[in-house]
């Protein structure tokens, strides 16, 4: 069992950045960040693997960054340059059953999910 606890959303002006934390209580191969606007299917925004190799989405890419630090045993995603289309609950997952190498980019990849956080960006 994997527990997963986001923090760090809230309001911000398009343009500007917010960072999320994903607080985990296991370590596993693979990790990710999704998303899902009112009324839109969940999608997915990154996913990262043990060794700190990240895949974005195109809607994302140069604007977040997802980051480790084992330290602390929580996962990052900075956003910058926020746009109003960013709005939406940030979920973040955890996989227990795939290696490195085989980490999805899709919600049944993922077998544990946090309770999400929400994230409103304003024109």
């Known amino acids: 069992e994997v527990q997963l606890v986001e923090s760090g959303g809230g309001s911000v002006q398009a343009g500007g950045s917010l960072r999320l934390a994903c607080l985990f209580s296991?370590?596993?191969?693979?990790m990710g960040w999704f998303r899902q606007a009112p009324g839109e299917e969940r999608e997915w925004v990154t996913t990262?693997?043990?060794?700190?190799?990240?895949r974005y989405a195109d809607a994302v890419k140069g604007r977040f960054t997802a980051s480790k630090d084992y330290a602390k045993d929580t996962l990052y995603l900075q956003m910058d340059s926020l746009k109003p289309e960013d709005s939406g609950l940030y979920y973040c997952?955890?996989?227990?059953?795939?290696?490195?190498?085989?980490?999805?980019?899709?919600?049944?990849?993922?077998?544990?999910w946090g309770q999400g956080t929400q994230v409103t960006v304003s024109s």
């Open positions: 997952a955890a996989d227990s059953r795939w290696t490195s190498f085989q980490c999805k980019d899709l919600q049944a990849g993922y077998n544990y």
């Open positions: 296991k370590r596993t191969a693979c």
């Open positions: 990262i693997n043990t060794e700190g190799s990240a």
